[in-house]
């Protein structure tokens, strides 16, 4: 019986300590070594050393030698046993880090305020959204990836301890100091984002700490200047401000920060501060939520706490305390465990000693509160301490894979709080003329020139609203940005009165978009939105946040953000109207699509190589993947006198991407319709050639260069003087006329009667001897005069009303002299034998020339974002920014070899790679892709398989074509074999 009874003795024993483990976030892996090492550091100090432990000091980087001295002095003298950065750089806090460390007998845990990550406190470190922002998403497994990676920040700069997340439930918005570091206002998305970021960064090793205790969200008042008042009652805050603490304490929340408030309902003495209260600390936080992690008091330089008034028994006399310690015992008497940023540490911890030598603290209590901060030190692995590395610190506190989640946060965050008769996304564009108009007082040109990448929008401004009214009369759609500060979420974020009467005025008479940067409650001031028909709320202003929200309004990206906040009285908690993507070519880094940056940037030492070795003055370059932008570059100059640098706007000469960009997707889109039949006869389609040498001639052997067709006739060289080799007056004038009506050049005039002999030498040419692959212009010549009889529309007019408009494809055009400035055209050549003056903004080939510009298989002008649009229509089946083009099954047949067994590689329009060593690819993609290339340098390609477009503009032949050492050195093939050495997955 008494061997029983000790076994039920030891049995007891053993479910108390498992539950006692069980409760104890402050726990290791290892927990019978961790008490070990505490115990044994405990027992090897002084009285005054396990008092110091309590205390965690302010430290700055940025301040000088003379300064952080006196913190050396206090770990030397009065053995503190942390430290709490703020204001510097990364570099110098290791350094110093490193320092401090070195002169602690035994190592310090470190802190920081890193709500957001590093940059809260420290320059050239990451910023990932505010709450406010994270409380927008609907994904908390996204909000515990960036607690994960805020984590590895601090880990990585020898932080134990992030002060954060902050648990405030913000249902006040004129909170001054809390706002947009809170998740939000309702009590259940606060805690499910609290939970998840807190899992997030403890399961980097950074210990979290949920602030500020018991509730900050509701006050008008800023602790850090005053001591706040929170009038609710007991029920109210058990209910509301308390929840999230219950749920996160649960999941092993490892420490709380305890706020200075006035809370009567909690505390009967009036004006006294949370901080100091013993009911607050341990009577609910410790006792009745169970809490056994550290508890930190808030900054007790706030004013808070540091200008508490003691007040006599007589409720007259007062006493001051702030100076003697006195608020820092108080602190610890009412149950928290770490002093931090005492106004005078050395005085405390005198204090402290007093106290102790006088039983006011009790060894058990000093040991209660030291041991857990051992446990901490310990958890965090201080004790196998290892000095901060320096190498590669700042890479790895900005990495890649930050950017990435920034990304996916913003995309989830941006909140479309209003969207009238589905304004949003925008499709038809060919039907949208749209204007943006800045307000706020920070920039907004990243948003603009990323909507800019979707269709034509002009940036309308003037100093007074009667003049931006007059000029916005010439737009059906405006977007209205209005852009606020992105340093800090303190910032202002207000409207002006100027700004809400223009808003109002402009809504009033046009169809409005505001798109908001900045937190939500800026929505408050608006008094009514009767008149604007569609609101986006992004929260920050951020050049992620404007490239994503840009993306948003294009349909590039779908709508799935939720309002974290009640805004006035037109949009609750919750708010957000959802929509899909519409298959617009979205931009983002390569990670976010399986490709490795790094491996990718290794392009620009291929194009860079071209540049200066003049094989081109300059390159636009860009790489997409499953749908997404990834690259996107220019290199060098218009022209080798380098005095303008290639810009995203310009447009260069995309030669022979015509035919795929221009005659294949009208005709395709005829075959789709069964208007036309690829085994079509050219005399059927075409009476001319009835009974011509080419009427036998199909459509499909026609487009896959297998109908026996002379590679091109120099149509020009028939228009020569036979003896000056320059242009004959009896076919040219040097200004416009009836006769003379076909524009070469703005000095060279045509007959108007020749398009019609081009026609005809074209039917009347011989055939080649023999039945092989042989690529041939000819074919284009054939179908710009089919389909433009068919449509009774040029080529221009046509490509412009069924593809380019929809497309948003703004810069795709022929002529660009008509719709762009000279500035923004890449000349081609310098003429010394048909038109005798630089190319600039006419065609390069002559023979599309000799047709006012507008060939079949030449005259295109397009930058690589517009090529993009149509490479990836393509790509996509047909099926572009909510519209469909082109079947399917369209698109297949013209992407098939039908003569490969032959040795012709080529498909019906489109080029396809190889068949053996040498071709127009690297050799290394998928047999399904597809492109073309033009003389002047240019190319395009596309591979379904890995869903991937390649875009390489070029005007290698200015100043002269010459040689083409852009092929013979295979550049563009090189670099197509650098994108699919960058796929990793």
């Known amino acids: 019986m008494r061997h029983l009874s000790l076994i039920l003795l030891f049995l007891c024993a053993q479910i108390t300590f498992a539950q006692e483990l069980t409760n104890n976030p402050l726990l290791s892996e290892d927990p019978i070594q961790q008490q070990k090492w505490v115990d044994s550091v405990y027992n090897s100090m002084s009285i005054k050393e396990r008092i110091g432990q309590l205390y965690m000091v302010q430290v700055m980087s940025k301040n000088s030698d003379q300064v952080n001295n006196a913190v050396i002095d206090l770990i030397k003298d009065e053995h503190i046993g942390g430290v709490i950065y703020s204001n510097g750089g990364p570099y110098r806090q290791a350094q110093l880090n490193n320092k401090l460390q070195a002169v602690s007998k035994i190592p310090l845990l470190v802190g920081m305020d890193a709500e957001w990550g590093l940059s809260m406190r420290l320059d050239s470190t990451y910023a990932f959204p505010w709450n406010m922002t ?104 058990d209910s509301i401000e308390l929840y999230p603490y219950r749920q996160l304490i649960k999941q092993g929340l490892s420490s709380v920060m305890v706020a200075h408030l006035n809370i009567p309902s909690l505390e009967s003495r009036r004006g006294f501060p949370s901080s100091l209260s013993k009911h607050i600390v341990t009577d609910i936080l410790k006792e009745e939520l169970g809490f056994n992690g550290l508890i930190f008091t808030d900054a007790l330089t706030m004013k808070g706490a540091a200008d508490y008034v003691e007040k006599g028994v007589d409720g007259l006399t007062t006493k001051t305390l702030s100076k003697g310690g006195e608020i820092d015992l108080m602190a610890f008497l009412a149950g928290n465990d770490v002093m931090l940023m005492s106004e005078d540490p050395k005085r405390g911890i005198a204090k402290f000693v007093e106290a102790y030598n006088e039983g006011i603290i009790t060894e058990e209590r000093l040991s209660h509160s030291v041991k857990k901060i051992l446990m901490a030190k310990y958890k965090v692995g201080l004790n196998n301490y290892s000095p901060v590395g320096m190498y590669n610190l700042g890479s790895d506190l900005n990495r ?126 608006l008094r009514s939105i009767e008149n604007i028909n569609a609101i986006v709320m992004s929260y920050q202003n951020s050049s992620i946040a404007q490239e994503k929200s840009a993306q948003l309004i294009f349909g590039a990206i779908g709508a799935k953000g939720k309002l974290p906040v009640s805004t006035g009285a037109f949009f609750p908690v919750g708010t957000g109207e959802s929509y899909n993507a519409l298959m617009s070519l979205s931009y983002g880094l390569p990670e976010r699509v399986g490709m490795d940056s790094e491996k990718l940037s290794r392009i620009d030492s291929i194009a860079n190589y071209a540049v200066n070795n003049r094989m081109t003055p300059g390159i636009q370059l860009l790489v997409a993947r499953r749908g997404k932008v990834i690259y996107n570059k220019n290199f060098g100059y218009h022209t080798y006198s380098k005095k303008n640098k290639v810009d995203f706007d310009d447009v260069y000469d995309v030669a022979s991407l015509t035919k795929i960009l221009a005659t294949l997707p009208i005709l395709m889109e005829l075959e789709g319709q069964g208007s036309v039949s690829l085994d079509a006869k050219l005399g059927d389609l075409l009476p001319e050639f009835k009974d011509s040498n080419k009427k036998n001639i199909t459509l499909r052997k026609m487009l896959s260069h297998y109908a026996q067709l002379r590679p091109w006739v120099p149509f020009y060289y028939a228009t020569l003087d036979s003896v000056t080799k320059k242009p004959d007056p009896k076919y040219y004038r040097s200004k416009r006329s009836k006769e ?127 090529v993009a649009k149509i490479m990836q229509m393509y790509l996509q089946k ?108």
Request: glycine share 8%; proline share 3%.
């Open 878 to 985: 047909g099926f572009y920014g909510g519209k469909r083009y082109l079947k399917a099954e369209t698109i297949d047949k013209f992407n098939t070899c039908y003569y490969c067994e032959r040795d012709n590689r080529r498909g019906i329009g489109f080029d396809k790679p190889q068949l053996g060593d040498e071709g127009p690819t690297c050799g290394c993609l998928s047999m399904k892709s597809f492109g073309h290339s033009g003389f002047t340098g240019t190319y395009a390609w596309a591979d379904p398989d890995e869903e991937l477009v390649y875009v390489f503009l070029a005007n290698r032949t200015y100043p002269e074509a010459g040689k083409n050492l852009l092929l013979r050195e295979n550049i563009r093939t090189e670099i197509q074999r650098l994108i699919y050495e960058a796929i990793i997955e």
């Open 134 to 237: 994270l409380g927008a998403i609907s994904d908390n497994e996204l909000v515990e990836q960036t607690g994960r990676q805020i984590g590895e920040h601090c880990k990585r700069l020898g932080v134990h301890f992030n002060f954060a997340p902050v648990v405030d439930i913000n249902t006040n918005p004129k909170n001054p100091i809390i706002g947009n570091r809170s998740f939000g206002e309702d009590r259940d998305n606060v805690t499910d984002k609290g939970l998840a970021f807190m899992k997030g960064m403890q399961s980097a090793g950074v210990l979290a700490n949920a602030k500020h205790f018991p509730g900050h969200g509701d006050t008008e008042d800023d602790s850090h200047k005053t001591l706040p008042t929170v009038s609710f009652s007991e029920q109210r805050i």
């Open 400 to 525: 890649i894979k930050d950017d990435v989640l920034y990304e996916n946060l913003m995309e989830n965050a941006i909140t479309v709080v209003k969207n009238e008769k589905a304004l949003l996304p925008f499709r038809d564009l060919q039907t949208k003329k749209i204007a943006y108009v800045e307000l706020g007082d920070a920039s907004g040109s990243i948003f603009f020139n990323e909507l800019k990448k979707y269709t034509k929008v002009h940036h309308v401004k003037a100093d007074k609203l009667d003049g931006v009214i007059s000029k916005l009369q010439n737009y059906n759609t405006v977007v209205i940005g209005f852009h606020k500060s992105n340093d800090n979420p303190w910032k202002d974020y207000k409207f002006s009165q100027q700004e809400l009467a223009w808003l109002y005025e402009i809504a009033r008479t046009n169809t409005v978009v505001l798109d908001v940067f900045a937190r939500p409650y800026a929505l408050n001031q």
């Open 740 to 866: 003379f009506n076909i524009e070469v050049t703005n000095s060279l005039f045509l007959r108007s009667d020749y398009k019609d002999s081009i026609q005809e030498i074209v039917k009347e040419s011989d055939l080649l001897s023999r039945l092989r692959y042989r690529y041939s212009d000819l074919p284009y010549y054939i179908l710009k005069n089919y389909l433009e009889s068919f449509y009774d529309k040029s080529l221009h007019e046509i490509t412009q009303d069924r593809y380019y408009k929809s497309l948003g494809a703004n810069y795709t055009t022929y002529n660009p002299r008509e719709v762009f400035s000279l500035k923004d055209i890449v000349p081609s050549e310098v003429d010394n034998y048909y038109r005798y003056k630089k190319v600039h903004g006419y065609v390069h080939d002559m023979g599309a020339a000799m047709q006012g510009g507008i060939g079949g298989h030449a005259g295109i002008f397009s930058n690589a974002n517009d």
